[in-house]
């Protein structure tokens, strides 16, 4: 949550600014704001809003040293007041921060006690306090932020400026901040997309860092104690970061969903035989005696995907926990694994979660999207994904690629037969080719979102694997059409929700050919008989269904194993058009960021 960047260097600071603000406002867009170091006295101008509403608002401001920062709200409405940067009381240091204080009350009474002043209801603005009081005791900013930093429980990424050096200091604690490294100037930022269009040399900092940045050079301390970090050289593009042409992000990451799933499949499905190469060695822990897979909002339907495909050939128990639910874990038996999946490698739950199944002796690997992310250090092992930067807040193009993950390691730990295994890898290489095609079923989806966008409420049914894409395709409604949506085992609704059924209340049924399939007809009777209209997803072509129901869209016949990821596209689809024709914020949905990084 909140988008960090900061300039020092040659040029302007200013546009670069807002083209790195405007580049990770998916983390947070309730307010924004740049401060900027002018003739000795800072420049600070702030909008309840969007960056390019910022932009529009205010002339650009000379100086080479700037900080900025894109809010979403934790504490302290969504106001011009609370927007970040934060000044001391001298406004002589400004600050911007990510993260939460837990003991922001206790500080912010004792500062106020001492004469402190605050123009904020923000937990942040106690940071340029501490470190205002601290510097007029050590006359210097890294000591100042260092000291005040030891009084802080909570979490940051943070980086302060003052009006007496040219020198930014960085500090990270359970929030994400990476060093972007240029030519006589270099930029700090919560996540690579800011750094894009200047460098595409990184340092991811580590918890514990703390960083003085200043044109020429950079200076990273870890514990108080001098260390270095590797430089990395960024593979995206900035190209990778722009709608190329598409009327918003969702429906080009949607459109790219058949590139990602060849992506993540490349190389790891073997050529000479039937069978699976990771790329990482997991043989030397042994077979699993148990699975717990930890997750947060579509990755944890991802993990109930992946739970229902690895129990289908797994000797040992899987089970799936939501990771913000999972703080404690108990002691591990033996042979028991972890797997956490974060698209972002940075959500602070899953992270806890990680560290506590660690701690309980799990062995732990991660599913993520995020190369030296957090979540790479907090566990033993990674498996990658290859979606490439999803600026969309909601997920679309990562959460396939995390089934296409999930669906790779179950074959490689748990082989089926040779038959079943040659018949399953031969599903996934087909599934880009099958997605093009749901994708090129827009107009379809298109009428059917007329009659969606103007509903209140919606249900979707489905059995089996498919259940958890009935709450996928539900967050999906909530978050980019604002429809209240519910996923439902199909065989549920008798057990209370009928009462909500009528004619104004859709319903969607993921129908697959596969083994609930007469099940699911017996369900949709039962709604059809309380008035409800149904829209059937199937891959059967049997003509009872269409008698049966209101609507029927015809998708690509799948393996039912591999059927959720083109159910998946399909629910995507009709998400993003019944928002389109509400005029909602498809990219940036109220209340809502990209990377949770608090708890």
Known sequence: MCGIAAY????????????????????????????ICDNHKFQVLKNLGYVQELQEKYSAIPGTVGIGHTRWSTVGQPSVLNAHPHLDCEDTIAIVHNGDIDNYYQLRERLLHEGHQFKSDTDSEVLAHLIEQRVKEDKDLLVGVTEALKEIEGTYGLVVMDLASEVLVAARREAPLVIGVGQSENLVASDVPAILETTEKVI???????????????????????????????????????????????????????????????????STAPGVNLGIDLSKYGKPEEILLLACGSAYHACLVGQHFLSSFAS?????????????IRPAKMGAWAIVVSQSGETADTISAARAARNAGYFTLAVTNNTDSSITRAVHEVLYTQAGPEMSVAATKTFLAQLTALYLLGLSL???????????????????????????????????????????????????????????????????????????????LKHGTFALLGMDTPVIAIMSKDDTYARLLNTVKEIKSRGAPVIALTDSFDGEVSQLVDYVVRLPITEPLISPVINSVALQLLAYYSARVKECPIDRPRNLAKSVTVH
């Open 414 to 492: 748990f082989p089926p037969p040779l038959n079943t295994l040659h018949n399953t890898l031969s599903e996934l290489r087909l599934l880009p080719a099958k997605i093009q095609r749901v994708i090129g079923m827009a107009e379809q989806f298109q009428s059917l979102a007329r009659n969606l966008a103007g509903v209140g409420s919606l249900f979707i049914v489905g059995k089996g694997i498919n259940y958890p894409i009935t709450l996928e395709g539900s967050l999906k409604f909530k978050e980019v059409a604002y429809i209240h949506a519910e996923g439902y085992p199909a065989g549920e």
């Open 8 to 35: 020092v260097g040659q040029r302007d600071a200013y546009p670069i600014l807002i083209n790195a603000l405007g580049r990770v406002e998916y983390r947070g867009y309730d307010s924004c704001g740049i401060a």
């Open 204 to 270: 991811y900092l580590e918890d514990g860092d703390i960083a003085t940045v200043s044109a020429e050079e950079f200076q990273i301390w870890h514990r108080e104690i001098p260390s270095t970090r590797k430089i990395h050289a960024v593979t995206w593009s900035p190209q990778d970061l722009d709608k190329a042409g598409y009327e918003h992000f969702m429906l080009k990451e949607i459109h790219e969903q058949p590139r990602v799933i060849r992506d993540t499949l490349a190389g790891r499905i073997l």
């Open 316 to 328: 040992c128990p899987v089970s799936t926990r939501i990771a913000s639910e999972s703080e404690i």
